[in-house]
């Protein structure tokens, strides 16, 4: 007889709600009970109010039951949950589960699915299809697929990567280079990490078709010191595909050759911007670069660089196999293919939804996320990160796409959701969007470094209703300030939370 | 002990593209802090000046100048923590643990930190001890952790 499979995830977020202490409680009821099963460590589905989770494999697919706690084991024996019975905790298999099925998981296909760093469970995903063909039809195929897909950087800029990709490939250059931008700060965002932690491969692929269309030999990527488990990872996944063959010299007999390092960061959070992180690369300050030059053409050591965010470069597989029909099928207007939208603070059912453009935040919030986590009445979300605008439920209903946010002065930004309950005071979360600033900007143009101190103050005298009307005339104007004065986002967009707050909550700014 | 590592790290990491971030990474790695004498050295070694090393260790919120305490204690209090009463937790472990936001108690026991996301914004708030996390962390269940790990309040 099998062995029966179990699935736990090794995702932070699962360990960090006991998932190595189930592991240990199954282990040692099943030896106690004399019978033999494999658990086995796989990356997470992304559905975090059930972590732990925990699967099973039986004949007709993975049965999923969760969350599980230390006291729910021995009782998931006596259920018999390893022929996949019933038990209070039982949710059914889990592809069936709604919150899975109606999501279109194009990037995050194997997630939760495969171990992450198994080349095997890899290859017999879809992994690695993408480079073949990539080092079959080269540089100006690869070029054509990306452009012709859509895709738009999902760092938060939105930039065209196939003409950032062709930028790079036409500037003269003796080295280029490919940095992969993991420098995921954003509050309410983690599907880099997921990415990171659960598949790395896809991660490594992205990097060496794109090394191969711009001609870059070398990459690096700038991994955020909190991510302790994803550096970890990456540096495993880095040694063992270079052992395969799918890095380093020669791959896959080609006679390419493209080699990548981890840098670590060190809690900057403007580091997540593409200049002040090659600054960072370079072993300096991370302060931000004045452009142009654009990175493209002097980027990293002066050299021509391709910089993309972690999701952008972890598509990029899966429009290289499937071509990009296929991938620009999904998606609305200019915004093509998904997004994974991360549902994040006071929401019922918190975890990772990849979609295609279009659908509306109440759907996400909703019918996906169940409404409030606490119960109450949901009052305000934030999209796109502390840099993006508090979104009120009157514009709930537009579609979450590129051109539509950016016309209601909003943004979807790396496409983190953070929901607030009627308990939040919105005058508090622009006061604190401002202080953020004032803590992690870099320094180098007066907008940010002063304007965000002065807006911390004058927010503060708008609470304590000294001058009222004037200090909010004066807030505007400080904005208004730092929107066109500032040299990168983090100055010219921390006022997207404030004037949001102002304009949506006004009643919060009152003492009254 | 200084002495011995300190100048063997730097001559791994001098030839290095950019390796002054990677080597005070791996100094605090090994010492905890990144120690004002060792500056000169760094600079020297990496053809530097000292300006210019202790503008990087400064710049960078995640090095440290000064030795931690014996247990690190990080709050994340970014918006998706707020969200689920963040503010009211490190609020409450500043005057349980009688060490304030970003300082080191007075016996050197504990450093309690303000951090900005750790990326477990799906299970707020989230907590940090001694490089493990801990997800949709509540004051009780920081008690109860506090007593495993003998951290005295």
């Given at each position: 007889m099998n062995v029966?499979?179990?699935?736990?995830?090794?995702?932070?977020?699962?360990?960090?709600?006991?998932?190595?202490?189930?592991?240990?409680?199954?282990?040692?009821?099943?030896?106690?009970?004399?019978?033999?099963?494999?658990?086995?460590?796989?990356?997470?589905?992304?559905?975090?109010?059930?972590?732990?989770?925990?699967?099973?494999?039986?004949?007709?697919?993975?049965?999923?039951?969760?969350?599980?706690?230390?006291?729910?084991?021995?009782?998931?024996?006596?259920?018999g949950f390893l022929e996949g019975h019933s038990h209070i905790k039982y949710l059914g298999l889990t592809e069936q589960i709604p919150y899975l099925a109606k999501q279109q998981r194009l990037?995050?296909?194997?997630?939760?699915?495969?171990?992450?760093?198994?080349?095997?469970?890899?290859?017999?995903?879809?992994?690695?299809?993408?480079?073949?063909?990539?080092?079959?039809?080269?540089?100006?195929?690869?070029?054509?697929?990306?452009?012709?897909?859509?895709?738009?950087?999902?760092?938060?800029?939105?930039?065209?990567?196939?003409?950032?990709?062709?930028?790079?490939?036409?500037?003269?250059?003796?080295?280029?280079?490919?940095?992969?931008?993991?420098?995921?700060?954003?509050?309410?965002?983690?599907?880099?990490?997921?990415?990171?932690?659960?598949?790395?491969?896809?991660?490594?692929?992205?990097?060496?078709?794109?090394?191969?269309?711009?001609?870059?030999?070398?990459?690096?990527?700038?991994?955020?010191?909190?991510?302790?488990?994803?550096?970890?990872?990456?540096?495993?996944?880095?040694?063992?595909?270079?052992?395969?063959?799918?890095?380093?010299?020669?791959?896959?007999?080609?006679?390419?050759?493209?080699?990548?390092?981890?840098?670590?960061?060190?809690?900057?959070?403007?580091?997540?911007?593409?200049?002040?992180?090659?600054?960072?690369?370079?072993?300096?300050?991370?302060?931000?670069?004045?452009?142009?030059?654009?990175?493209?053409?002097?980027?990293?050591?002066?050299c021509p660089t391709v910089i993309n965010n972690v999701i952008t470069l972890a598509s990029v597989p899966l429009i290289i196999a499937n071509g990009a029909d296929y991938y620009k099928n999904f998606g609305m207007g200019r915004s093509k293919g998904t997004l994974p939208f991360q549902l994040a603070g006071n929401v019922k059912y918190a975890g990772l939804v990849e979609t295609a453009f279009g659908l509306s935040l109440r759907q996400l919030i909703y019918d996906f996320g169940g409404g409030s986590r606490s119960g109450r009445p949901i009052k305000a979300v934030q999209v796109g990160g502390p840099l993006g605008a508090y979104i009120p439920e009157s514009q709930w209903d537009a579609p979450l796409e590129y051109e539509t946010y950016a016309a209601m002065g909003a943004v979807l930004g790396h496409g983190g959701i953070v929901v607030h309950d009627d308990t939040v005071d919105m005058s508090k979360m622009a006061r604190y969007a401002m202080e953020f600033c004032s803590i992690e900007s870099c320094g180098k143009c007066t907008p940010c470094r002063i304007g965000s101190t002065r807006g911390v103050e004058v927010i503060d005298r708008i609470i304590n209703n000294q001058e009222r009307d004037q200090q909010i005339e004066l807030l505007r104007d400080l904005c208004n300030t730092m929107v066109n004065g500032s040299l990168c986002a983090m100055g010219s967009m921390t006022p997207y939370p404030v004037l949001s707050a102002l304009n949506h909550y006004s009643a919060d700014f009152t003492s009254d | 002990m200084q002495n011995i590592t300190i100048p063997q790290l730097i001559s791994k990491y001098e030839k290095i593209p950019g390796g002054l971030m990677p080597l005070l990474h791996a100094i605090q790695d090994e010492l905890g802090y990144i120690p004002n004498d060792v500056v000169p050295n760094i600079a020297l070694g990496l053809n530097l000046s000292r300006a210019e090393v202790h503008g990087v260790i400064t710049y960078y919120h995640f090095f440290r100048t000064t030795p931690p305490g014996k247990h690190v204690i990080q709050v994340c209090r970014a918006e998706a923590c707020q969200a689920c009463g963040a503010e009211e937790l490190l609020s409450v472990l500043e005057s349980s643990l009688n060490c304030k936001r970003n300082q080191t108690r007075y016996d050197e026991k504990i450093t309690l930190e303000a951090v900005y996301c750790l990326g477990l914004c799906a299970t707020s708030p989230a907590v940090q001890i001694d490089n493990k996390l801990y997800a949709n962390v509540t004051t009780e269940k920081l008690k109860d952790l506090f007593g495993e790990l003998e951290i005295n309040p």
């Open positions: 029966t499979q179990i699935f736990i995830s090794c995702d932070s977020a699962a360990v960090a709600l006991g998932a190595d202490v189930i592991v240990e409680k199954i282990n040692a009821e099943s030896k106690s009970r004399g019978i033999d099963v494999k658990v086995n460590r796989n990356s997470t589905r992304g559905m975090f109010w059930l972590e732990p989770l925990v699967e099973v494999q039986t004949s007709s697919g993975r049965v999923a039951y969760g969350p599980i706690q230390s006291a729910d084991v021995s009782d998931l024996f006596d259920c990037t995050f296909s194997r997630m939760g699915v495969t171990k992450p760093l198994s080349i095997l469970d890899y290859k017999s995903h879809g992994g690695f299809l993408g480079l073949k063909k990539a080092l079959q039809n080269g540089s100006e195929f690869i070029l054509k697929e990306l452009l012709d897909s859509g895709l738009r950087g999902r760092g938060g800029a939105a930039f065209p990567a196939g003409v950032k990709w062709k930028t790079v490939q036409q500037t003269e250059g003796e080295q280029k280079f490919v940095v992969c931008n993991a420098d995921e700060g954003d509050s309410g965002t983690y599907s880099d990490r997921m990415t990171m932690e659960g598949d790395p491969y896809m991660l490594i692929e992205g990097m060496v078709i794109a090394g191969l269309a711009v001609h870059a030999t070398r990459g690096y990527i700038y991994i955020r010191s909190e991510y302790l488990q994803a550096i970890t990872v990456m540096q495993k996944a880095l040694q063992l595909a270079t052992e395969s063959g799918f890095l380093g010299e020669n791959i896959l007999d080609s006679g390419k050759s493209f080699f990548i390092e981890i840098r670590k960061a060190a809690g900057s959070y403007v580091c997540g911007e593409e200049t002040a992180m090659l600054e960072s690369i370079e072993g300096k300050r991370g302060v931000v670069r004045a452009k142009p030059p654009l990175p493209a053409i002097r980027g990293l050591f002066g | -």
